[in-house]
């Protein structure tokens, strides 16, 4: 899949999303998430089913990710990212970078204590792509409406 050329893998992958039943014809979006997942990824099988969440909204987070990063802990996190990400102008995986080293520098913490919260409420688990990328492949509207999500998730 590494040397396969970026056109065919999005075509491939809009069939394999096509039989677990998720339609996509924005081929710029198959190809971004072809790319950021043909290293994560031996089958393109496997490349679909992990990337679901891109392409349509999660029932539930991965139990053991929340309890670890949805918490009291994340919320001013969660509502720093949301903040920022909603001024965003260039939406983009560069812009999305900018605003978690910001919430990561405004709160004193690692990045990783910043992204992995984040992670969670974009993926519903534990892993993705680097998630600057994530989230710019999600897309605005969707990265708000999953922030708002898991925020609520930890009881506001």
């Known amino acids: 899949m590494m040397k396969a050329p970026l056109a065919l893998l999005a075509t ?24 950021a997942q043909r290293e994560r990824c ?6 679909a089913q992990n990337s679901l969440y891109f392409f349509s909204d999660f029932d539930a987070y991965d139990d053991k990710a929340a309890s ?3 918490n009291a802990q994340s919320l001013p996190l969660l509502d720093q990212l949301s903040a ?10 560069a812009g999305v970078h900018s605003v978690i080293a910001a919430v990561a520098e405004r ?9 992995q ?25 969707r990265a708000l409406a999953r ?10």
Not at 121 to 132: H, K, Q
Request: proline fraction near 3%; aromatic fraction near 2%.
């Open 107 to 115: 709160a004193g913490a690692g990045l990783g204590k910043v992204a």
């Open 147 to 156: 922030l708002q999500r898991a925020a609520g998730y930890v009881g506001r």
């Open 68 to 70: 670890k990063h949805l």
């Open 42 to 47: 031996k089958t393109l099988r496997e490349m």
């Open 12 to 35: 491939v992958l809009r069939e394999q999303l096509a039989r677990l039943g998720v339609a996509c014809d924005d081929h710029a979006l198959l190809e971004g998430v072809a790319n």
């Open 84 to 93: 920022g990400l909603r001024e965003l102008s260039d939406w983009n995986a």
């Open 117 to 141: 919260p984040l992670r969670v409420a974009m993926s519903g688990g534990a892993v993705s792509p680097p998630i600057d990328l994530t989230v710019a492949l999600v897309g605005r509207e």
